[in-house]
């Protein structure tokens, strides 16, 4: 049965935005491995779980938990069982019941959740999501559990989390770092576009494409876009995979911002050693450039591992990586979980970028 919320506490979680239920038990908590991926019914956000835990989306919320139990705590007049924990999402139209412009800055959003709840505690930086976001940690008011209070600054929106744990909380941390760091919103992706202290931007991909999929879920073209979800060397379901495993393929990759790229980084989660070339580009001019010295043979990278490229010979910003596999060198599926691409960004520049003539056309 889906869980139904009384207004006092839909005022209270609806800020929080998000909420993760995990188990309290060592071996479900152990494991970070996220091979369920789920995207909410309006689009909005999506983000990995564990194998085993359950998802209620009603209304304006969206929980998930380890247990039914857990999701049953949504409701006011139901405990959180000790040692669990309960997470929910909100949708970004609910926020200013909570008194949270559409322009406020994540402490202020913060404070806002904080004041309705009707507790007291120090917003602090969160080191886990994009630049700028916020966390804070706290016990009492609308709930008597041990919490943390996560707002996530996208480019143009928050993503505010509640993570309500049980009165026995186990090591949560990686699990709860790992789905944080796996989510992505619409308009931007989850975590994972921030700037260094020397103005490079770090970026993950926001679209993918390529040859083809395994399936239209598992190991499909969304699977290597985002940040890495997949920490283990092995057939998993979060990482992208061709349709067959023996022949040649390319997967391409988007991102939302054109920069000088300095360096590329391929996360690999299976067979390494396929990738015979890798090529840069931009979406708007059409220019293209294959890297040099861009194929990792099989022993260069461990599994799992990052196959780590220095574009720097590449005058022109760009926007997309496309990989190109011989997979018939392994043998077997290449399997590929992320790609960041680092670099300046366009608008950073103290002049015009000087394009250079592509060495192939785009025609991928």
């Not at 993760?20 to 970070?32: M, R, Y």
């Not at 919320?61 to 139901?78: H, K, R, T, W, Y």
């Not at 916020?134 to 009492?140: L, Y």
Request: proline content about 9%; some cysteine; aromatic content about 8%.
């Amino acid at each position: 049965m889906r869980n139904r919320f009384r207004p006092a506490l839909l005022l209270t979680i609806v800020a929080l935005g998000l909420s993760f239920a995990l188990s309290g038990s060592a071996p479900a908590l152990a494991q970070p491995s996220l091979p369920n991926r789920y995207t909410s019914e309006d689009g909005w956000i999506t983000f990995g779980y564990p194998k085993g835990w359950m998802i209620d989306e009603y209304g304006s919320a969206i929980n998930l938990g380890p247990s039914q139990e857990a999701l049953d705590a949504a409701n006011p007049d139901v405990a959180l069982p000790t040692g669990q924990i309960l997470i929910q999402f909100a949708q970004p139209l609910t926020l200013p019941d909570m008194g949270i412009e559409p322009n406020a800055t994540p402490e202020e959003a913060a404070q806002a959740v904080l004041t309705a709840i009707g507790v007291v505690s120090e917003i602090v930086p969160y080191d886990g999501g994009p630049e700028g976001s916020v966390t804070a940690s706290f016990a009492g008011g609308a709930w008597d559990d041990p919490s943390q209070l996560i707002v996530l600054n996208f480019p143009g929106q928050l993503a505010l989390i509640a993570v309500r744990i049980g009165h026995t909380p186990g090591d949560y941390e990686p699990v709860l770092s790992a789905i944080v760091e796996s989510i992505e919103v619409a308009g931007g992706v989850g975590a994972l576009a921030t700037l260094d202290a020397d103005g490079l931007l770090h970026q993950w991909a926001s679209d993918a494409d390529g040859t083809s999929q395994y399936s239209e879920t598992s190991w499909n073209f969304q699977q290597a876009t985002g940040a890495p979800d997949t920490f283990e060397c092995g057939d998993i379901v979060t990482a992208w995979a061709s349709a067959t495993g023996t022949g040649e393929d390319y997967l391409v990759l988007y991102y939302d911002t054109p920069v000088l790229a300095t360096e590329i980084n391929i996360h690999q989660t299976y067979n390494p050693g396929a990738i015979v070339s890798v090529e840069v580009g931009n979406r708007a001019t059409g220019e293209t450039l294959v890297l040099p010295d861009s194929a990792d043979p099989p022993g260069n990278t461990g599994c799992p591992g990052v196959f780590t490229l220095d574009p720097g010979i590449v005058t022109f910003p760009v926007d997309t990586v496309l990989i190109n596999l011989d997979q018939s060198i392994t043998g077997s599926w290449n399997e590929i979980d992320a790609v960041e691409m680092v670099g300046l960004p366009v608008e950073a520049l103290p002049e015009p970028v000087a394009t250079a003539e592509a060495t192939q056309p785009a025609s991928k």
